[in-house]
């Protein structure tokens, strides 16, 4: 059975990353940047695992890490949906560029 040696988990990484960066920068609609953060946290729990796995040193620290991650992205993504709501319900519109104000 071959594996998977660590530069490709990282090579896979960085390309997440990249399109989550990419996306976070570049659109206007704040689902969609909401959406992309997440994916560049993956690709960092992705790394975590990978180095926790096949890194100089492996222990169980790095998914303890990417656990912890986990349950901070899922906290980030509802208190982001719960202002979103609440943005929408005022503004009746999810764009970015509409929530950069104070007026109503």
């Not at 656990?67 to 992205?73: C, G, P, R, V």
């Amino acid at each position: 059975m071959t594996t998977v040696p660590l530069s490709g988990y990282l090579v896979l990484a960085l390309i997440l990353f990249c399109i989550g960066l990419y996306g976070a920068l570049t659109k206007r609609n704040i689902v969609i940047i909401l959406i992309c953060i997440e994916l560049m946290l993956n690709a960092v729990n992705l790394n975590l695992v990978a180095f926790s796995k096949l890194g100089a040193a492996p222990a169980i620290t790095g998914q303890i890490f990417a656990l912890f991650s986990i349950t901070i992205a899922a906290a980030e993504a509802a208190v982001g949906l719960a202002i979103l709501f609440a943005l929408y319900r005022n503004r009746k519109s999810v764009l970015a560029e509409d929530s950069n104000t104070m007026k109503h």
